[in-house]
């Protein structure tokens, strides 16, 4: 395969993941406003506390797995050996079925130790999660099955179909909650409408992996066709595959543990020590709602630039196994480009218009969640581009750098969360200036890594400051056309999007202008063709 052929697959692949990621988060994010008001701000701080449970579970048992999978797999495809790849497959599903089995009975039986007392009405949610841990393991098997084979576009639709049935039955069974336990206290309100919600993910993650299996059939013929004729595998016995699975796979789920679990940790210590100074139980769950509609605003820049590293991985690991140390270098600076690209004019944008944003999405918000994306919206960027390095480094086999450095940054977030907790009032915002701190070591850490392993070097210039100086005078036109129209319309719905279309086009026009890309660099991007035409009559391009 060519390079370009190789950078066109790439940024296919990114482009598949990126829509459905975009579609999947905003369709997750719309759901949770009318949730909200359904269920009651602290009904919703409840299903928000037993999902962070949730996610450390997954994270043990599976949350990996797809990275994992596919960089397993992509090593033997990319020598051919498709029946040993086929056997990596196998001996993952049954990996996956142990270890999501033992999360899902932690799930049920340790929901009391998960979910402290003063947030106690979280754990029958929590326990009605145990069965999507169990499938999602099983699911995640099947995304780095086709991811290894670099074909991203059914993991793409898996996670659409997923969000539309999480949304779907979350409002209808959280709705029916409500209407039957109405009459039965606050507390027995609390714990049925947070567990309704939750159905939702389970029916998602169902539908999605039903949706896998139907893909799986479909290409089955055509891959078993490749396992026949395979003439350079060594048949790998089941015994060794569990072991390189454990080797390989265990370091990258244990690193992503340790890299997410800093958010459960720090909505226990956020309601522990508040809790222990006095501070109505009330007001810890309401903050704790506007941290939950912070975090769903800001989970959508985050999730679009993980795509790359995403696409990225399988296609670093094939270079690497191969020795082309040029090429994956070339592979990691193309990830990098991709994700600040977004990730950077998405920060800024978040930044300026956080009010009005959070106030169209969820209009019970009392500005506290604009307040913190303000603060915290930083970490799209850092947590971008720790994501690349964190791939990167397992991608080459050093899955053990990231999951220290992820220790590590855990400890300073831990130490500077209850230092500012104690001895300040600041409350949830000090749980968001820790997220910063966190990312920030997290970054610093891994890039040292990079340079020592692979003697790789940021491309600053490129990938960060070109998008930095397009994003200044993007800022700019978002907040002084929305003001304008604000003061004659008086509608923050209406005033958004001209703002946001208008800083869309001037942060395009600024970005080519600065950095006057290649004809070919815009081509390989979706819709760039016509993009590059464009560019090219204004004489912007190199």
């Known amino acids: 395969m060519s390079k370009k052929e190789n950078n066109n697959t790439l940024v296919k692949n990114a482009t598949f993941l990126m829509v459905a990621a975009l579609i999947s988060k905003i369709i997750g994010m719309l759901y949770k406003s009318p949730l909200t008001t359904l269920i009651g701000r602290e009904s919703f701080a409840c299903f928000q506390f037993a999902q962070n449970a949730y996610f450390i579970l997954l994270m043990i048992a599976s949350f990996s797995i797809p990275q994992a999978v596919s960089k397993i797999m992509s090593e033997r495809i990319a020598f051919k050996r498709y029946r040993d790849a086929q056997r990596v497959f196998k001996g993952a599903l049954l990996y996956a079925v142990i270890a999501g089995g033992i999360a899902a009975l932690v799930c049920i039986f340790g929901a009391s130790i998960l979910v402290p007392d003063n947030m106690a009405n979280a754990r029958l949610a929590l326990q009605m999660l145990a069965p999507t841990i169990f499938v999602s393991g099983i699911l ?29 039955v979350a409002l209808l069974a959280s709705g029916f909650m409500v209407r039957h336990f109405a009459n039965a206290g606050e507390d027995t309100l609390q714990r049925w409408s947070a567990a309704g919600a939750t159905m939702g993910t389970g029916a998602g993650v169902c539908t999605a992996f039903l949706f896998m299996l139907f893909v799986y059939r479909v290409n089955h013929k055509m891959i078993a066709k490749k396992i026949k004729n395979d003439r350079v595998s060594v048949n790998e016995s089941y015994r060794s595959i569990m072991k390189i699975i454990l080797l390989i796979a265990a370091p990258i789920i244990l690193s992503a543990f340790i890299y997410n679990v800093n958010g459960y940790i720090n909505g226990v210590m956020y309601t522990s020590i508040l809790g222990w100074k006095g501070v109505p ?23 679009l630039a993980s795509t790359a590293p995403t696409s ?231």
């Open 312 to 542: 990225m991985m399988p296609e670093v690991s094939a270079q690497y196994a191969i020795g082309d140390l040029e090429e994956t270098k070339r592979k990691i600076d193309q990830a990098t480009w991709i994700a600040m690209l977004i990730s950077i004019p998405a920060s800024v944008g978040l930044a300026v218009l956080a009010q009005p944003v959070t106030r169209l999405i969820f209009p019970s918000t009392e500005g506290v969640a604009g307040q913190l994306m303000v603060i915290g919206v930083i970490t799209v960027i850092l947590n971008s581009t720790s994501n690349i390095s964190n791939g990167v480094l397992q991608a080459i086999g050093k899955a053990n750098i990231p999951m220290i450095n992820a220790a590590i940054s855990l400890g300073v977030d831990i130490v500077f969360l209850a230092l500012v907790l104690v001895f300040t009032n600041m409350g949830i915002y000090a749980v968001v200036l820790a997220m910063v701190v966190y990312a920030l070591v997290m970054c610093v850490l891994n890039d040292r890594a990079l340079k020592k392993y692979l003697g790789y070097k940021n491309p600053w210039r490129s990938a960060y400051f070109v998008p930095i100086l397009a994003s200044i005078p993007m800022g700019i036109v978002a907040v002084v056309v929305y003001k304008l129209v604000y003061v004659v319309i008086g509608s923050n719905f209406i005033s958004l999007i001209p703002s946001i279309a208008l800083a869309m086009v001037v942060y395009f026009v600024g970005y080519l202008v600065v950095a006057k890309p290649k004809k070919e660099d815009l081509a390989a991007l979706p819709g760039g063709t016509r993009l590059a035409q464009a560019a090219q009559k204004l004489k912007i391009l190199k």
């Open 140 to 168: 995640g098997v099947f995304r780095g099955y086709f991811q290894a084979y670099r074909n991203m576009l059914p993991t793409s639709i898996s996670q659409i179909l997923e969000q539309i049935a999480v949304a779907t």
């Open 281 to 303: 139980n009330s007001l810890v769950k309401q903050n704790y709602a506007e941290y939950g509609f912070f975090m769903t605003l800001i989970n959508i820049p985050l999730t």
